[in-house]
């Protein structure tokens, strides 16, 4: 079982910057990968960033975001962060974490936890 809880949403303008983390509450963090995933109004879930717990933390990205995202974890601290530069008003959206027990981290369906999401929005 994990518990994670999202935090450092908020509102910034276009070309701005900000970090998301999201720690979890379990016992073991591995093996487990970690993804962000973002909803927009009116829109689905789409797979934002992943990162796995093999391969030494492999990542792989949606390609609206490759270049400006960045995922990383700190496996000491439970925590997954994902950095967000150069924000455009089209990544508004909430922000979910989720951990796949897989390991993979990938942009598959293998996501069994989520938190409760962290609201992003980007001014034009």
């Known amino acids: 079982q994990v518990q994670l809880v999202e935090s450092g949403g908020g509102l910034v303008q276009a070309g701005d910057s900000l970090r998301l983390s999201c720690a979890a509450s379990t016992r073991a963090f591995g093996p487990y990968g970690m993804g962000w995933f973002r909803q927009a109004p009116g829109k689905e879930r789409e797979f934002v960033a992943g990162?796995?717990?093999?391969?030494?933390?492999?990542?792989s990205y949606a390609d609206s975001v490759k270049g400006r995202f960045t995922i990383s974890r700190d496996n000491a601290k439970k925590t997954v962060y994902l950095q967000m530069n150069s924000l455009k008003p089209e990544d508004t959206a909430v922000y979910y974490c989720?951990?796949?027990?897989?390991?993979?981290?990938?942009?598959?369906?293998?996501?069994?936890?989520w938190g409760q999401g962290t609201q992003v929005t980007v001014s034009s």
């Open positions: 989720a951990a796949d027990p897989t390991g993979r981290g990938s942009r598959g369906n293998n996501y069994d936890y």
């Open positions: 990162i796995s717990w093999w391969s030494g933390g492999s990542t």
